[in-house]
């Protein structure tokens, strides 16, 4: 089933009655409304010629500043873009020439795939197990390929959940800068942790090891979509000079600019309002998580394996024997249960035993009830 067919079926799910657990959207009753009406309110009132005239391509310079401080880096080493999404497609296009490798997880966030796949990326993915990449697996790739740049989401991954723990994070910047390969880290889930210590990004790794930004073989992608709101379209690229300056070119090609508002509303958010959001989010998120990792315990038909995510929005099921997920699709959807099937999470199409489900959206009695059904469909295929 092509990618196209599955976002069909998927429209169907929009019905009320059906339990998705396939979008990607984070809970929109957690949205900070109210302080994001305040504070435009705020913004027009007292700035509002500004807000709404042209500004500057790299972003707004308090907002920056506040993204460099939090990561120990200067305003000049951060840009800000429409979206994570934004910041893929300006790397790929300041980063890669048509062919260039790009080295990327089995299976790995489909919107990198698409956004880098315009510009000539040829894919070639690294092997994975339930704590991300295989450090020994990228050293004898690299070992025999020349590539350009490595695309990895650390903590929490679209779509497994799975996170890079500490020894593995050096082992990947140790090999990745041996080799002259760029890392391209996507952190949008970074601050949503609901269990375990906090982890230091690749960026922040290869930061404290260079003591010079400029040496930093690590582009950094952040995002308030996750925390804030995605409506908003406020993300970043923290990463050496060089490689923003040809960023700022080609965002200024772009749109020239994020919207101002936008980024003043986010600005006006940072100090105050971000902290008790993320506090909440990973209270929310971690018991749905849980009641998630449970219902699918009972359920799920016996060989399947579940991620046991300790944050982020999503958790990833491999079947056991010869299933197809996408196949299986329709028949779930018809029990009022959907998800995503996994095989658009991989770059060259495996993974057909594999679904991706989101616990951020339904209640404690959907997630059940849902998970159920789900358990009943995919037992009956396994056989
Ligand atoms: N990277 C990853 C891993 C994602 O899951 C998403 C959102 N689904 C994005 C980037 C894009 O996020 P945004 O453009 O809203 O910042």
Known sequence: MTSSAIREILKVTQQPEVISFAGGLPAPELFPLEEVRAASDRILAARGREALQYSTTEGDPGLREWIGARAGIGADHVQITSGSQQGLDLLARVLLDPGDVVLVEQPTYLGALQAMAPYGARFVEVLTDEDGIVPEALAEQLA??????????????????RTLPRERRRALLEV????????????????LRFRGETLPTLFDLALAQADDPEEVHVVHLGSFSKVLAPGLRDAWVQAPRHVIERLVLAKQAADLHSPTLNQMIVLALVEDVLPRQVERLREVYGHRAGVMGRALQEHLPAGARVSDPDGGMFCWVELPGDVDTGALLPAAVARKVAYVPGQPFFAHGDGRRTLRLSFTSATDAQIRSGVAALGEVLAAAVG
């Open 176 to 191: 990745t800068r041996r080799h002259g390969v760029t890392v391209i880290e996507d952190g949008p889930y970074n601050d």
């Open 144 to 161: 025999h390929t020349e590539a350009r740049a490595l695309y990895t989401t650390p903590s929490f991954q679209n779509p497994t959940g």
